[in-house]
């Protein structure tokens, strides 16, 4: 079906994204030499919104999660003004704006944000089991912890994105197994209807042909148009 095959090239992209995310924010080495000319404060944050992943909204807006609501409307109102496609002719500023919106209609969204503090929590919880850290182990508060959670955060919401996917795989195979059942239904309940009205409609025809065949089985006239005379028996003895 088309709608899941778009499904699944989203998800490609995404984990395509994911990786070219990771060139970009931990091996700065296999970047190609930078352009001469020094990009603008607007360039700078629209480069950086469409390198941030894209399943992290507070990535995507720079903001660290459990912040405020008031911080996410002021952070949004402050970027979307400065990177806004009326105000710079970057040709990537619509794609940045759209997804800087996106963004913040997701953290302001109860539900949503809960799913993705969620998952930000699932992996600070996954990253101390692997390493069998506690709380107060000294390399929970080491920077580099952070690098890995974030890093840890990414595989949890990649994960959830593709166990989403999959759902989504499966109802659209299961609403399309029961739209076929209910197409068969249907043509089946037009195929009798059509039979029964074909021989509703050859009914006249059929009772002039069986009035026919009576009367074509009745003692006919002889040829000179007297009727055959009865042998009459004779009486023995």
Same mark, same amino acid.
């Given at each position: 079906?088309?709608?899941?095959?778009?499904?699944?090239?989203?998800?490609?992209?995404?984990?395509?994204?994911?990786?070219?995310?990771?060139?970009?924010?931990?091996?700065?080495?296999?970047?190609p030499?930078?352009?001469p000319?020094?990009?603008?404060?607007?360039?700078?944050?629209?480069?950086?919104?469409?390198?941030?992943?894209?399943?992290?909204?507070?990535?995507?807006?720079?903001?660290?999660?459990?912040?405020?609501?008031?911080?996410?409307?002021?952070?949004?109102?402050?970027?979307?003004?400065?990177?806004?496609?009326?105000?710079?002719?970057?040709?990537?500023?619509?794609?940045?704006?759209?997804?800087?919106? $996106?963004?913040?209609? @997701?953290?302001?969204?109860? %539900? #949503?944000?809960?799913?993705?503090?969620? !998952?930000?929590? =699932?992996? &600070?919880?996954?990253?101390?089991?692997?390493?069998?850290?506690?709380?107060?182990?000294?390399?929970?508060r080491?920077?580099?912890?952070k690098?890995?959670?974030?890093?840890?955060?990414k595989?949890?919401?990649?994960?959830?994105?593709?166990?989403?996917?999959?759902?989504?795989?499966?109802?659209?195979?299961?609403?399309?197994?029961?739209?076929? $059942?209910?197409?068969? @239904?249907?043509?089946?309940? %037009? #195929?009798?209807?059509?039979?029964?009205? !074909?021989?509703? =409609?050859? &009914?006249?025809?059929?009772?002039?042909?069986?009035?026919?065949?009576?009367?074509?089985?009745?003692?006919?006239?002889?040829?000179?148009?007297?009727?055959?005379?009865?042998?009459?028996?004779?009486?023995?003895?």
């Amino acid at each position: 079906m088309e709608d899941e095959k778009d499904a699944f090239d989203a998800l490609d992209a995404l984990e395509k994204e994911a990786k070219e995310y990771d060139k970009v924010q931990f091996h700065p080495q296999t970047l190609p030499p930078l352009p001469p000319t020094n990009p603008s404060v607007q360039d700078k944050e629209i480069e950086r919104i469409l390198s941030a992943f894209r399943l992290d909204s507070y990535a995507v807006l720079d903001l660290l999660p459990g912040c405020p609501d008031s911080d996410i409307k002021l952070h949004y109102r402050k970027k979307s003004l400065l990177i806004h496609p009326d105000k710079t002719s970057n040709a990537r500023a619509p794609e940045a704006f759209d997804r800087l919106k $996106k963004a913040e209609s @997701e953290l302001m969204d109860e %539900k #949503r944000r809960a799913k993705l503090d969620e !998952a930000i929590s =699932d992996a &600070r919880m996954l990253l101390m089991r692997e390493h069998k850290w506690t709380p107060d182990s000294p390399e929970v508060r080491d920077e580099s912890f952070k690098v890995m959670w974030r890093e840890k955060t990414k595989a949890v919401l990649i994960d959830n994105e593709a166990r989403r996917q999959r759902q989504l795989k499966a109802q659209m195979q299961e609403e399309g197994r029961q739209q076929r $059942k209910e197409d068969a @239904e249907i043509e089946e309940r %037009k #195929r009798k209807r059509d039979h029964e009205k !074909a021989w509703e =409609d050859t &009914r006249e025809k059929r009772i002039g042909s069986w009035r026919d065949f009576q009367k074509g089985g009745k003692p006919t006239a002889t040829e000179g148009g007297e009727k055959k005379k009865k042998k009459k028996l004779k009486v023995l003895g």
